[in-house]
């Protein structure tokens, strides 16, 4: 069975410039979680999709916004790219909701310059 | 207070010893509780769920506590390739699903 897929694997911007990431779930799991996790720090936990719907957002600025489709696939968004957004993101799919275990997908590494 | 906290180590041990982490989390409402290890510069994978009476895989051992609000792992007999960071993961609803991971504790085991 497939886990959790990503792409791309690696992406370098410029400051200013958009960004769109794409996550695939496990087949069958219907939540979808976006982590930030900058070099040498923890995992902060950016939104939350389950059943089409947004369901919970970090403390993240709106220029981070996401979608997920009704195959339960999800992307994430960035505007207005900073030096800071710098960093691996991973995204986690899990069965239904709240308080099943998460499944990552390998992340996507973003580089902003 | 940090709704989860690890001692974020590192723990230097020997390949053999038995090794113990500790996790506390601030909210009596979290209700589901999970291990991961992160090895470096890759996504966390997840080791076990903690469930009340305790549970083991192998060399691992994970206990809760409820009324002191931590929990705990265990690794026997520590291999070079446990070395590794370990995420401690507290889910709750209050409102809404929320989860929390832990900074980490880093372990070396060393030969």
């Known amino acids: 069975e497939a886990g959790v897929t990503q792409s791309p694997t690696h992406l370098i911007k410029t400051r200013g410039q958009q960004v769109t990431l794409r996550c695939s779930p496990i087949?069958?799991?219907?939540?979808v979680y976006w982590y930030q996790q900058a070099l040498g720090l923890g995992l902060q936990f950016l939104l939350w999709?389950?059943?089409?719907?947004?369901?919970n957002r970090g403390n993240f600025p709106p220029r981070f916004s996401g979608r997920q489709f009704p195959n339960y696939s999800s992307e994430l968004n960035v505007n207005a790219l900073e030096l800071e957004d710098s960093a691996l993101y991973l995204c986690?799919?899990?069965?239904?909701?709240?308080?099943?275990?998460?499944?990552f997908g390998p992340g996507t590494r973003l580089t902003v310059t | 207070r940090k709704e989860v906290e690890q001692d974020p180590g590192p723990f230097n041990v020997p390949e053999g010893a038995t090794v113990a982490f500790n996790c506390t989390y601030s909210?009596?409402?979290?209700?589901?509780f999970f291990w991961y290890r992160q090895d470096c510069r890759k996504e966390p994978k997840l080791l076990m769920s903690?469930?009340?009476s305790g549970n083991e895989d192998g060399r691992f051992t994970a206990q809760l506590n409820r009324a002191s609000q931590y929990i705990s792992l265990l690794i026997r007999d520590s291999k070079l390739s446990d070395s590794a960071t370990y995420l401690c993961?507290?889910?709750?609803?209050?409102?809404?699903?929320?989860?929390?991971f832990g900074a980490g504790t880093r372990l070396f085991v060393k030969a």
């Open positions: 986690a799919s899990s069965l239904r909701t709240g308080l099943y275990e998460q499944y």
């Open positions: 087949s069958g799991h219907t939540s």
């Open positions: 999709y389950d059943e089409g719907e947004e369901r």
């Open positions: 909210n009596s409402a979290s209700q589901s």
């Open positions: 903690v469930y009340s």
């Open positions: 993961v507290v889910t709750l609803n209050t409102g809404g699903f929320k989860t929390i």
